[in-house]
Protein backbone atom coordinates (compact mmCIF):
# COMPACT_ATOMS: atom_id res chain seq x y z
CA UNK A 1 0.00 0.00 0.00
CA UNK A 2 1.52 3.26 -1.02
CA UNK A 3 2.74 5.36 1.96
CA UNK A 4 0.17 8.23 2.10
CA UNK A 5 -2.86 5.85 1.85
CA UNK A 6 -0.89 4.06 4.72
CA UNK A 7 -0.40 6.22 7.06
CA UNK A 8 -4.65 7.28 6.31
CA UNK A 9 -5.38 3.61 7.16
CA UNK A 10 -3.11 4.36 10.57
CA UNK A 11 -4.53 7.06 11.26
CA UNK A 12 -7.91 5.79 11.52
CA UNK A 13 -6.28 2.08 13.88
CA UNK A 14 -4.75 4.80 16.31
CA UNK A 15 -8.12 6.56 16.63
CA UNK A 16 -9.87 3.50 17.12
CA UNK A 17 -7.03 2.47 19.83
CA UNK A 18 -7.28 5.37 21.60
CA UNK A 19 -11.07 5.96 21.45
CA UNK A 20 -12.49 2.81 21.14
CA UNK A 21 -10.15 -0.21 22.51
CA UNK A 22 -8.86 1.98 25.33
CA UNK A 23 -11.78 2.33 27.01
CA UNK A 24 -12.87 -0.63 26.37
CA UNK A 25 -9.94 -2.61 27.19
CA UNK A 26 -10.78 -3.50 31.35
CA UNK A 27 -13.72 -4.78 30.84
CA UNK A 28 -12.50 -6.74 27.96
CA UNK A 29 -9.77 -8.31 30.71
CA UNK A 30 -12.25 -8.26 33.72
CA UNK A 31 -15.05 -10.34 31.74
CA UNK A 32 -12.71 -12.35 29.45
CA UNK A 33 -15.01 -11.68 26.95
CA UNK A 34 -14.77 -10.54 22.85
CA UNK A 35 -13.75 -7.01 22.09
CA UNK A 36 -16.86 -6.50 20.12
CA UNK A 37 -16.52 -2.72 20.10
CA UNK A 38 -13.31 -2.64 18.79
CA UNK A 39 -13.85 -5.22 15.73
CA UNK A 40 -17.14 -3.20 14.79
CA UNK A 41 -14.77 -0.51 14.49
CA UNK A 42 -12.28 -2.30 12.64
CA UNK A 43 -15.20 -3.93 10.26
CA UNK A 44 -16.76 -0.54 9.76
CA UNK A 45 -13.23 1.14 8.84
CA UNK A 46 -12.45 -2.10 6.51
CA UNK A 47 -8.66 -2.46 7.87
CA UNK A 48 -9.81 -6.28 8.10
CA UNK A 49 -9.33 -6.56 4.49
CA UNK A 50 -5.70 -4.80 4.76
CA UNK A 51 -3.91 -7.36 3.81
CA UNK A 52 -6.03 -9.11 0.70
CA UNK A 53 -4.30 -8.59 -2.20
CA UNK A 54 -5.45 -4.90 -4.19
CA UNK A 55 -6.11 -7.14 -7.05
CA UNK A 56 -9.38 -9.06 -5.27
CA UNK A 57 -9.84 -5.84 -3.34
CA UNK A 58 -8.27 -5.44 -0.31
CA UNK A 59 -5.37 -2.64 0.60
CA UNK A 60 -2.54 -5.08 -0.34
CA UNK A 61 -0.28 -3.90 2.74
CA UNK A 62 2.92 -4.89 3.21
CA UNK A 63 4.19 -7.28 6.68
CA UNK A 64 5.88 -3.56 8.00
CA UNK A 65 2.47 -1.96 6.98
CA UNK A 66 0.72 -5.06 8.98
CA UNK A 67 3.12 -5.48 11.85
CA UNK A 68 2.96 -1.32 12.15
CA UNK A 69 -1.31 -1.78 12.45
CA UNK A 70 -0.99 -4.50 15.11
CA UNK A 71 1.07 -2.47 17.48
CA UNK A 72 -0.82 0.73 17.20
CA UNK A 73 -3.76 -1.41 18.46
CA UNK A 74 -2.09 -3.49 21.02
CA UNK A 75 -0.49 -0.62 23.03
CA UNK A 76 -4.55 -0.11 23.98
CA UNK A 77 -5.62 -3.73 23.90
CA UNK A 78 -3.33 -6.58 23.39
CA UNK A 79 -6.63 -8.87 23.34
CA UNK A 80 -8.09 -6.91 20.49
CA UNK A 81 -4.35 -6.67 18.41
CA UNK A 82 -3.76 -10.31 19.00
CA UNK A 83 -7.17 -10.80 17.21
CA UNK A 84 -6.22 -8.88 14.29
CA UNK A 85 -2.70 -10.84 13.84
CA UNK A 86 -4.51 -13.45 13.96
CA UNK A 87 -6.82 -13.16 11.27
CA UNK A 88 -4.52 -11.50 8.85
CA UNK A 89 -2.10 -14.61 9.02
CA UNK A 90 -5.09 -16.72 8.47
CA UNK A 91 -6.11 -14.37 5.63
CA UNK A 92 -2.24 -14.55 4.62
CA UNK A 93 -2.42 -18.27 4.54
CA UNK A 94 -5.64 -17.90 1.47
CA UNK A 95 -3.89 -15.11 -0.13
CA UNK A 96 -0.43 -16.58 -0.74
CA UNK A 97 -1.68 -20.24 -1.25
CA UNK A 98 -4.88 -20.36 -3.12
CA UNK A 99 -4.11 -18.00 -6.63
CA UNK A 100 -4.81 -20.86 -8.72
CA UNK A 101 -8.75 -21.22 -6.92
CA UNK A 102 -11.64 -19.70 -8.45
CA UNK A 103 -13.16 -20.72 -5.36
CA UNK A 104 -10.78 -18.43 -3.19
CA UNK A 105 -10.10 -15.62 -5.26
CA UNK A 106 -13.82 -14.68 -5.37
CA UNK A 107 -13.83 -15.86 -1.17
CA UNK A 108 -11.40 -12.95 -0.76
CA UNK A 109 -13.97 -10.63 -2.31
CA UNK A 110 -16.35 -11.60 -0.36
CA UNK A 111 -14.35 -10.91 2.71
CA UNK A 112 -13.47 -7.33 1.21
CA UNK A 113 -17.18 -6.65 0.93
CA UNK A 114 -18.62 -8.26 4.15
CA UNK A 115 -14.98 -7.40 6.28
CA UNK A 116 -15.13 -11.37 7.64
CA UNK A 117 -13.37 -12.09 11.09
CA UNK A 118 -11.13 -15.55 10.42
CA UNK A 119 -9.60 -17.72 13.25
CA UNK A 120 -7.49 -20.57 13.44
CA UNK A 121 -7.66 -24.15 15.12
CA UNK A 122 -4.55 -26.08 14.71
CA UNK A 123 -3.79 -27.47 18.28
CA UNK A 124 -5.63 -30.21 18.53
CA UNK A 125 -6.35 -32.82 21.72
CA UNK A 126 -3.34 -35.56 21.44
CA UNK A 127 -1.00 -33.87 19.41
CA UNK A 128 0.32 -31.05 22.14
CA UNK A 129 1.98 -27.99 21.19
CA UNK A 130 2.87 -29.28 17.80
CA UNK A 131 0.91 -27.37 14.85
CA UNK A 132 2.86 -29.66 12.42
CA UNK A 133 0.99 -32.76 13.59
CA UNK A 134 -2.69 -33.25 13.41
CA UNK A 135 -4.70 -36.90 14.70
CA UNK A 136 -7.62 -35.21 12.61
CA UNK A 137 -8.41 -36.16 8.60
CA UNK A 138 -10.22 -34.40 6.01
CA UNK A 139 -12.23 -36.96 3.96
CA UNK A 140 -13.80 -36.27 0.65
CA UNK A 141 -16.56 -37.85 -1.39
CA UNK A 142 -18.98 -36.58 -4.53
CA UNK A 143 -16.82 -33.17 -4.18
CA UNK A 144 -18.42 -32.51 -0.70
CA UNK A 145 -15.67 -32.59 2.75
CA UNK A 146 -16.24 -33.53 6.03
CA UNK A 147 -13.88 -32.80 9.10
CA UNK A 148 -14.16 -33.23 12.72
CA UNK A 149 -11.92 -32.06 15.07
CA UNK A 150 -11.57 -31.68 18.87
CA UNK A 151 -8.96 -28.66 19.40
CA UNK A 152 -7.23 -27.52 22.72
CA UNK A 153 -7.08 -23.60 22.45
CA UNK A 154 -9.62 -21.82 19.58
CA UNK A 155 -9.16 -17.87 20.40
CA UNK A 156 -12.28 -16.34 19.21
CA UNK A 157 -14.06 -19.41 16.85
CA UNK A 158 -17.10 -18.96 18.34
CA UNK A 159 -17.25 -15.38 17.30
CA UNK A 160 -15.22 -15.32 13.78
CA UNK A 161 -17.16 -16.16 10.35
CA UNK A 162 -15.13 -18.75 9.23
CA UNK A 163 -12.10 -21.26 10.62
CA UNK A 164 -8.75 -22.16 8.73
CA UNK A 165 -8.73 -26.18 10.47
CA UNK A 166 -5.31 -28.13 10.28
CA UNK A 167 -5.60 -31.50 9.21
CA UNK A 168 -4.65 -34.80 7.39
CA UNK A 169 -4.95 -34.89 3.82
CA UNK A 170 -7.10 -38.18 4.26
CA UNK A 171 -7.28 -41.35 6.20
CA UNK A 172 -4.46 -43.10 5.96
CA UNK A 173 -2.42 -39.58 5.33
CA UNK A 174 1.06 -39.30 7.96
CA UNK A 175 0.33 -37.50 11.32
CA UNK A 176 2.77 -33.96 9.26
CA UNK A 177 0.98 -34.42 5.92
CA UNK A 178 -1.29 -31.84 6.48
CA UNK A 179 -4.11 -29.41 4.97
CA UNK A 180 -5.82 -26.19 5.51
CA UNK A 181 -9.89 -26.20 5.39
CA UNK A 182 -12.07 -23.20 5.48
CA UNK A 183 -14.85 -23.80 7.45
CA UNK A 184 -17.84 -20.90 7.23
CA UNK A 185 -19.82 -20.70 10.54
CA UNK A 186 -22.78 -22.09 8.63
CA UNK A 187 -20.75 -25.39 7.67
CA UNK A 188 -20.41 -26.13 11.44
CA UNK A 189 -21.36 -26.50 15.21
CA UNK A 190 -18.86 -25.63 17.71
CA UNK A 191 -19.16 -27.23 21.45
CA UNK A 192 -17.14 -25.56 23.89
CA UNK A 193 -14.84 -27.87 25.69
CA UNK A 194 -12.99 -25.87 28.27
CA UNK A 195 -12.88 -22.87 29.61
CA UNK A 196 -11.26 -19.62 28.80
CA UNK A 197 -10.16 -17.84 32.30
CA UNK A 198 -6.75 -17.47 32.03
CA UNK A 199 -4.07 -14.46 33.39
CA UNK A 200 -3.48 -12.63 30.15
CA UNK A 201 -5.20 -12.53 26.75
CA UNK A 202 -8.48 -13.15 28.23
CA UNK A 203 -10.52 -11.21 25.21
CA UNK A 204 -9.54 -13.32 22.74
CA UNK A 205 -11.44 -15.63 23.89
CA UNK A 206 -9.65 -19.08 23.15
CA UNK A 207 -11.44 -21.98 25.18
CA UNK A 208 -11.33 -25.88 23.71
CA UNK A 209 -13.70 -26.60 20.95
CA UNK A 210 -15.43 -29.72 19.46
CA UNK A 211 -15.95 -29.03 16.07
CA UNK A 212 -18.21 -30.77 13.57
CA UNK A 213 -18.08 -29.54 10.23
CA UNK A 214 -18.95 -30.54 6.24
CA UNK A 215 -18.71 -28.66 2.85
CA UNK A 216 -17.75 -27.95 -0.94
CA UNK A 217 -14.04 -30.01 -1.21
CA UNK A 218 -12.88 -26.42 -2.69
CA UNK A 219 -12.92 -25.29 0.72
CA UNK A 220 -9.90 -27.08 0.86
CA UNK A 221 -6.35 -24.53 0.43
CA UNK A 222 -4.76 -26.15 -2.37
CA UNK A 223 -0.83 -27.20 -2.05
CA UNK A 224 0.51 -28.53 1.26
CA UNK A 225 0.10 -27.16 4.92
CA UNK A 226 4.17 -27.88 5.24
CA UNK A 227 4.50 -25.49 2.91
CA UNK A 228 1.48 -22.89 4.25
CA UNK A 229 3.42 -22.90 7.36
CA UNK A 230 7.15 -22.51 6.23
CA UNK A 231 6.12 -19.25 3.85
CA UNK A 232 3.05 -17.98 5.70
CA UNK A 233 2.14 -18.99 8.99
CA UNK A 234 5.36 -18.71 10.65
CA UNK A 235 6.65 -15.65 9.55
CA UNK A 236 3.13 -13.72 9.79
CA UNK A 237 3.01 -15.32 12.75
CA UNK A 238 6.18 -14.82 14.67
CA UNK A 239 6.47 -11.19 12.97
CA UNK A 240 3.19 -9.88 13.91
CA UNK A 241 3.09 -11.51 17.37
CA UNK A 242 6.71 -9.93 18.22
CA UNK A 243 5.19 -6.04 16.74
CA UNK A 244 2.22 -6.70 19.07
CA UNK A 245 4.36 -7.89 21.70
CA UNK A 246 6.43 -4.55 21.90
CA UNK A 247 3.19 -2.70 21.51
CA UNK A 248 2.23 -4.23 24.51
CA UNK A 249 5.86 -3.48 26.25
CA UNK A 250 5.66 0.23 24.68
CA UNK A 251 2.47 1.22 26.57
CA UNK A 252 4.17 0.27 29.89
CA UNK A 253 7.21 2.28 29.24
CA UNK A 254 4.93 5.03 28.24
CA UNK A 255 3.24 4.74 31.52
CA UNK A 256 6.52 4.75 33.39
CA UNK A 257 8.02 7.64 31.52
CA UNK A 258 4.60 9.64 32.73
CA UNK A 259 5.42 8.40 36.29
CA UNK A 260 8.84 9.55 35.92
CA UNK A 261 7.86 13.00 34.52
CA UNK A 262 5.39 13.60 36.93
CA UNK A 263 8.18 13.05 39.49
CA UNK A 264 10.01 15.57 37.81
CA UNK A 265 7.58 18.12 37.83
CA UNK A 266 7.54 17.70 41.26
CA UNK A 267 11.13 18.64 41.81
CA UNK A 268 12.38 21.04 39.52
CA UNK A 269 16.12 21.10 38.60
CA UNK A 270 16.56 17.86 39.60
CA UNK A 271 16.51 14.47 37.59
CA UNK A 272 14.48 11.50 39.68
CA UNK A 273 16.46 8.37 40.50
CA UNK A 274 13.84 6.49 38.73
CA UNK A 275 15.15 8.25 35.28
CA UNK A 276 17.90 6.29 34.59
CA UNK A 277 16.04 3.19 35.02
CA UNK A 278 13.27 4.89 32.43
CA UNK A 279 16.72 5.21 30.14
CA UNK A 280 18.04 1.63 30.33
CA UNK A 281 13.95 0.27 29.56
CA UNK A 282 14.07 2.58 26.79
CA UNK A 283 16.64 1.06 25.57
CA UNK A 284 15.84 -2.44 25.51
CA UNK A 285 12.22 -1.17 23.79
CA UNK A 286 14.52 0.18 20.67
CA UNK A 287 16.04 -3.00 20.69
CA UNK A 288 12.92 -4.80 20.74
CA UNK A 289 11.34 -2.73 18.32
CA UNK A 290 14.20 -2.88 15.64
CA UNK A 291 14.02 -6.66 15.90
CA UNK A 292 10.65 -7.05 14.48
CA UNK A 293 10.80 -3.61 12.20
CA UNK A 294 14.07 -5.66 10.34
CA UNK A 295 12.63 -8.53 10.12
CA UNK A 296 9.49 -7.19 8.34
CA UNK A 297 11.30 -5.46 6.23
CA UNK A 298 13.32 -8.48 5.32
CA UNK A 299 10.53 -10.44 4.68
CA UNK A 300 8.64 -7.68 2.45
CA UNK A 301 12.23 -7.58 0.61
CA UNK A 302 12.30 -11.27 -0.29
CA UNK A 303 8.51 -11.79 -0.56
CA UNK A 304 9.04 -9.17 -3.20
CA UNK A 305 11.41 -10.94 -5.69
CA UNK A 306 10.62 -13.40 -8.38
CA UNK A 307 11.03 -17.03 -6.25
CA UNK A 308 10.58 -15.45 -2.78
CA UNK A 309 8.11 -17.97 -1.43
CA UNK A 310 10.72 -20.90 -2.37
CA UNK A 311 13.52 -18.86 -0.58
CA UNK A 312 11.66 -18.37 2.64
CA UNK A 313 11.68 -22.22 3.07
CA UNK A 314 15.51 -22.39 3.46
CA UNK A 315 16.10 -22.75 7.23
CA UNK A 316 18.20 -19.55 7.48
CA UNK A 317 14.77 -17.69 7.29
CA UNK A 318 13.27 -20.52 9.65
CA UNK A 319 15.86 -19.18 12.25
CA UNK A 320 15.29 -15.83 11.82
CA UNK A 321 11.75 -16.23 11.89
CA UNK A 322 12.04 -18.36 15.83
CA UNK A 323 14.88 -16.13 16.98
CA UNK A 324 12.50 -13.22 16.90
CA UNK A 325 9.66 -14.72 18.07
CA UNK A 326 11.42 -16.65 21.13
CA UNK A 327 13.49 -13.07 21.81
CA UNK A 328 10.35 -10.73 21.44
CA UNK A 329 8.28 -12.87 24.06
CA UNK A 330 11.09 -12.94 26.42
CA UNK A 331 11.65 -9.64 26.20
CA UNK A 332 7.79 -8.09 26.22
CA UNK A 333 7.46 -9.69 29.77
CA UNK A 334 11.02 -8.01 30.88
CA UNK A 335 10.63 -4.42 29.78
CA UNK A 336 7.00 -4.40 31.55
CA UNK A 337 8.77 -5.89 34.85
CA UNK A 338 11.20 -3.08 34.49
CA UNK A 339 8.73 -0.48 33.99
CA UNK A 340 7.08 -1.62 37.14
CA UNK A 341 10.20 -1.39 39.12
CA UNK A 342 10.05 2.33 37.86
CA UNK A 343 6.35 2.83 38.99
CA UNK A 344 6.31 1.28 41.96
CA UNK A 345 2.95 0.62 43.95
CA UNK A 346 1.23 2.59 41.59
CA UNK A 347 2.04 0.19 38.82
CA UNK A 348 0.92 -2.61 41.07
CA UNK A 349 -2.44 -1.09 41.55
CA UNK A 350 -5.16 -2.16 39.46
CA UNK A 351 -6.99 1.36 40.06
CA UNK A 352 -4.25 3.68 39.22
CA UNK A 353 -3.87 5.76 35.96
CA UNK A 354 0.03 4.02 35.89
CA UNK A 355 -1.64 0.22 36.65
CA UNK A 356 0.54 -2.33 34.94
CA UNK A 357 -1.43 -6.21 35.58
CA UNK A 358 -3.06 -6.28 32.54
CA UNK A 359 0.28 -5.38 29.98
CA UNK A 360 2.29 -7.62 32.44
CA UNK A 361 -0.18 -10.59 32.71
CA UNK A 362 -0.62 -10.60 28.33
CA UNK A 363 2.78 -10.30 27.71
CA UNK A 364 3.46 -13.18 29.85
CA UNK A 365 1.31 -15.29 26.81
CA UNK A 366 4.55 -14.65 24.31
CA UNK A 367 6.45 -17.36 25.33
CA UNK A 368 3.47 -20.06 25.45
CA UNK A 369 2.01 -19.07 22.51
CA UNK A 370 4.10 -22.23 20.87
CA UNK A 371 6.53 -23.03 23.71
CA UNK A 372 9.45 -21.42 23.40
CA UNK A 373 11.22 -24.63 24.34
CA UNK A 374 9.33 -26.17 21.48
CA UNK A 375 10.67 -23.57 19.23
CA UNK A 376 13.86 -23.45 20.28
CA UNK A 377 14.35 -27.58 20.18
CA UNK A 378 13.44 -26.61 16.76
CA UNK A 379 16.01 -23.86 16.03
CA UNK A 380 18.62 -26.64 17.79
CA UNK A 381 18.29 -29.14 15.50
CA UNK A 382 18.92 -26.91 12.79
CA UNK A 383 21.47 -25.40 13.79
CA UNK A 384 23.47 -28.13 13.71
CA UNK A 385 23.31 -28.31 10.03
CA UNK A 386 23.04 -24.58 8.98
CA UNK A 387 25.38 -23.18 7.06
CA UNK A 388 25.34 -19.58 7.32
CA UNK A 389 24.88 -18.04 3.53
C1 LIG B 1 -3.37 -16.42 23.98
C2 LIG B 1 -3.33 -17.72 23.24
C3 LIG B 1 -4.12 -17.87 22.11
C4 LIG B 1 -4.10 -19.06 21.39
N1 LIG B 1 -4.90 -19.17 20.29
C5 LIG B 1 -4.92 -20.32 19.58
C6 LIG B 1 -5.76 -20.45 18.43
O1 LIG B 1 -6.47 -19.54 18.06
N2 LIG B 1 -5.77 -21.62 17.76
C7 LIG B 1 -4.98 -22.65 18.13
O2 LIG B 1 -5.02 -23.68 17.47
N3 LIG B 1 -4.17 -22.56 19.22
C8 LIG B 1 -4.12 -21.43 19.94
N4 LIG B 1 -3.31 -21.32 21.04
C9 LIG B 1 -2.57 -22.53 21.45
C10 LIG B 1 -1.10 -22.45 21.09
O3 LIG B 1 -0.92 -22.23 19.75
C11 LIG B 1 -0.38 -23.72 21.53
O4 LIG B 1 -0.91 -24.84 20.88
C12 LIG B 1 -0.51 -23.97 22.98
O5 LIG B 1 -0.29 -22.78 23.71
C13 LIG B 1 0.52 -25.01 23.38
O6 LIG B 1 0.09 -25.61 24.57
P1 LIG B 1 1.07 -26.36 25.56
O7 LIG B 1 1.85 -25.36 26.33
O8 LIG B 1 0.29 -27.37 26.31
O9 LIG B 1 1.98 -27.14 24.52
P2 LIG B 1 3.38 -27.80 24.43
O10 LIG B 1 4.11 -27.15 23.30
O11 LIG B 1 3.17 -29.27 24.29
O12 LIG B 1 4.15 -27.49 25.77
C14 LIG B 1 3.88 -28.15 27.00
C15 LIG B 1 5.13 -28.13 27.85
O13 LIG B 1 6.13 -28.93 27.23
C16 LIG B 1 7.33 -28.20 27.08
N5 LIG B 1 7.95 -28.60 25.79
C17 LIG B 1 7.31 -28.81 24.62
N6 LIG B 1 8.20 -29.17 23.67
C18 LIG B 1 9.41 -29.19 24.26
C19 LIG B 1 10.73 -29.48 23.81
N7 LIG B 1 10.94 -29.88 22.57
N8 LIG B 1 11.74 -29.37 24.70
C20 LIG B 1 11.51 -29.03 25.98
N9 LIG B 1 10.29 -28.74 26.46
C21 LIG B 1 9.25 -28.82 25.62
C22 LIG B 1 6.89 -26.73 27.08
O14 LIG B 1 7.92 -25.88 27.55
C23 LIG B 1 5.73 -26.74 28.02
O15 LIG B 1 6.20 -26.62 29.34
C24 LIG B 1 -3.28 -20.12 21.79
C25 LIG B 1 -2.47 -19.99 22.94
C26 LIG B 1 -2.49 -18.79 23.65
C27 LIG B 1 -1.60 -18.65 24.85
Given at each position: ????????????V?????????????????????????????????????????????????????????????????????????????????????????F?????????????????????????????S????????????????????????????????????????????????????S?????????????????????????????????I?????????????????????????????????????????????????????????????????????????????E????????G?????????????F????????E???????????????????????F????????????????S??????????????????
Amino acid sequence: MHSQEFDKLLNTVRRIATDIAANHAADVDAQARFPHETLAALREARVLSANVPIESGGAGCSMVQLATLCATLAQACASSAMVLAMHYIQVACIARHSTESAFFRSYLCELVEQQFLLASMTSEVGVFGDTRSSVCAVERANGRFKLDKDATTGSYCAEADAILVTCRRAADAAASDQVMVLVRKSDCTLTQTTSWDTMGMRGTRSPGFKLVSGGGEEQIVPGAYADSSAQTMVPYSHILWSALWWGIAAEAVGRAANFVRGQARRTPGTVPPTAVRLAEVSARLQTMRSNWFAVAGEFDRVDATPGGMEELTRIGWALRFNNLKVSSSEMAPQIVHMALQIVGILGYKNDSPFALSRLYRDALSGSLMVSNDRIAAKTASMLLVFKDE
